[in-house]
């Protein structure tokens, strides 16, 4: 099983829809993030969490949220898709120091 | 965290050593320099990390210059597998990861 579990992999939804992309981890870490890759450029930071009563806003946070559930789990949501939300999301996770642990991704079409 | 700058592409061929370059003139004394690598759109996947001295593990080298304005990662036998977009990154070890700028890293083509 993956360290780093990311639902759903693939979603199409159309403009004004609520979506939500969940994250969990099993490696124990306190510090949790989502990122956003558009074809052909680098990843950039939405929302991070150094633990679970820890929010904060990244480089492109407008037009989404997160709720950190627990130490496990991440979700990231659009409250209202748009089609220039249409990316590919990934999830991560580290500890205080060290490497990033990265989910598959969730592609996400919105139409 | 200080930004970096690498070549947009580069290829070579397979079993040949793959160097992969670097330039990272702002970075401070406390920044860590880290290499990932994703392939095609799957979540990147770390490689290495190294403050001052070269590092080498299963998968790669990192040589690190003495004023550590530039690094080259190296893949010492390129396989086909070893295709893939290289990110270089630089950052300060227990900062969390919220600064890290993911440039668009160097494409890296192994060649039959």
């Known amino acids: 099983d993956a360290d780093v579990t990311q639902t759903p992999r693939n979603r199409i939804t159309k403009t004004g829809k609520r979506i939500m992309l969940e994250c969990s981890q099993t490696?124990?870490?306190?510090?949790m993030y989502w990122y956003r890759q558009d074809p052909g450029l680098g990843l950039r930071l939405i929302y991070y969490?150094?633990?679970?009563?820890?929010?904060n806003k990244g480089e492109i946070s407008d037009g989404y949220s997160v709720s950190r559930q627990a130490q496990a789990k991440f979700s990231l949501s659009l409250e209202s898709a748009i089609p220039n939300q249409t990316a590919l999301y990934f999830c991560?996770?580290?500890?205080?120091?060290?490497?990033?642990?990265f989910g598959e991704g969730s592609r996400l079409t919105v139409l | 965290d200080a930004k970096t700058t690498q070549p947009t592409s580069m290829d070579c061929a397979e079993g040949r050593a793959a160097n992969l370059p670097c330039n990272h003139s702002t970075i401070s004394g406390n920044e860590y320099v880290y290499w990932y690598r994703q392939i095609h759109s799957q979540g990147p996947q770390y490689i290495i990390h190294g403050l001052k001295n070269n590092e080498t593990n299963e998968m790669a080298s990192l040589i690190i210059t003495e004023d550590r304005k530039s690094s080259t990662l190296i893949l010492p036998h390129a396989t086909l597998r070893d295709t893939a977009v290289y990110y270089c990154i630089v950052r300060v070890d227990n900062a969390g990861a919220n600064n890290l700028f993911f440039g668009t890293g160097t494409r890296l083509t192994v060649i039959p």
């Open positions: 969490s150094f633990d679970v009563k820890d929010i």
């Open positions: 991560a996770t580290s500890a205080a120091k060290g490497e990033l642990f």
């Open positions: 490696k124990g870490h306190d510090r």
